[in-house]
């Protein structure tokens, strides 16, 4: 069993269903990371609740990447 990483660049995250509720990683495009789960997701902003302080609320336009890790069978 291996992983892959898929890699979502701002023109793919607004709006995009197929993030919401995932675990992902976040980095902002101020170089800050952020790991958590997509609450909720919209065109303007997307919403992360990770394990610690809660939910946080990201602009889109302040997202540089969102990365994700797949486990495959191979």
């Known amino acids: 069993m291996g992983k892959r990483?898929?890699?979502?660049?701002?023109?793919?995250?607004g709006?995009?269903?197929?993030?919401?509720?995932k675990e992902i990683n976040l980095v902002t495009?101020?170089?800050?990371?952020?790991h958590g789960r997509i609450t909720a997701l919209d065109n303007d902003k997307l919403e992360l609740k990770d394990s610690r302080s809660g939910k946080h609320t990201f602009q889109i336009s302040e997202i540089?990447?969102?990365y994700r890790e797949v486990v495959t069978d191979y």
């Open 5 to 13: 990483q898929i890699i979502y660049t701002t023109k793919q995250i």
């Open 15 to 21: 709006g995009s269903r197929e993030l919401l509720d």
């Open 29 to 34: 495009k101020a170089q800050r990371v952020w």
């Open 64 to 66: 540089d990447k969102i």
